[in-house]
T-cell receptor
Framework: DTEVTQTPKHLVMGMTNKKSLKCEQHMGHRAMYWYKQKAKKPPELMFVYSYEKLSINESVPSRFSPECPNSSLLNLHLHALQPEDSALYLC??????????????FGPGTRLLVL | AQSVTQLGSHVSVSEGALVLLRCNYSSSVPPYLFWYVQYPNQGLQLLLKYTTGATLVKGINGFEAEFKKSETSFHLTKPSAHMSDAAEYFCAVTTSGGYQKVTFGTGTKLQVIP
């Protein structure tokens, strides 16, 4: 099973709302990633977790708050977002952070619209 | 710093024709190179990757790519395009040493004309 699942598929939220995105994998991977992808652009890395600890934060605004409750689950908590945060949010996982040439497996994404 | 450049944001081919998507990389150390495909409203799927060893890499769905160090290229090819190949294709690079951040190219949208 090489599947990464993400819920919800679509999300519409107001600028004062609090919502969460969920990502799950059951491949035994110990590295998990959040990416943001704007239309017609490549994915941009936001956060990386390794062994359930935050390893990389690519200077993401604090209105995005990641959480890794266990090795299979990754959440992204959203609060007070701006319309420019509307994008496709992709989750990915890989076996380990430090292995060279490691393949990242991507989920289908959550398409977020902030009104 | 590492980077990839994809020549052509849009490529159109006829069904059955050769597919050639171009990718050039820049890296001060030996790179590891990837091609990902993204179908509409979906995540990214790995087509193939080059790490070490054989420079001609075969991937899924009949795609292959050749690592050419002298040309700093990793072009993606497929002998005969199918309608189902219509998608966005991303070339990506990562390098050894420390955290191996993946750097994506800007993408090439492939259109297949019946």
């Amino acid at each position: 099973d090489t599947e990464v699942t993400q819920t919800p598929k679509h999300l519409v939220m107001g600028m004062t709302n609090k919502k969460s995105l969920k990502c799950e994998q059951h491949m035994g991977h110990r590295a998990m990633y959040w990416y943001k992808q704007k239309a017609k652009k490549p994915p941009e890395l936001m956060f990386v977790y390794s062994y359930e600890k935050l390893s990389i934060n690519e200077s993401v605004p604090s209105r995005f708050s990641p959480e890794c409750p266990n090795s299979s689950l990754l959440n992204l908590h959203l609060h007070a977002l701006q319309p420019e945060d509307s994008a496709l949010y992709l989750c990915a996982s890989s076996q380990a952070l430090s292995r060279i040439g490691e393949t990242q497996y991507f989920g289908p994404g959550t398409r977020l619209l902030v009104l | 710093a590492q980077s990839v450049t994809q020549l052509g944001s849009h490529v159109s081919v006829s069904e059955g024709a050769l597919v050639l998507l171009r990718c050039n990389y820049s890296s001060s150390v030996p790179p590891y190179l990837f091609w990902y495909v993204q179908y509409p409203n979906q995540g990214l799927q790995l087509l193939l990757k080059y790490t070490t060893g054989a420079t001609l890499v075969k991937g899924i769905n009949g795609f292959e790519a050749e690592f050419k160090k002298s040309e700093t290229s990793f072009h993606l090819t497929k002998p005969s395009a199918h309608m189902s190949d219509a998608a966005e294709y991303f070339c990506a690079v990562t390098t050894s040493g420390g955290y191996q951040k993946v750097t994506f190219g800007t993408g090439t949208k492939l259109q297949v004309i019946p």
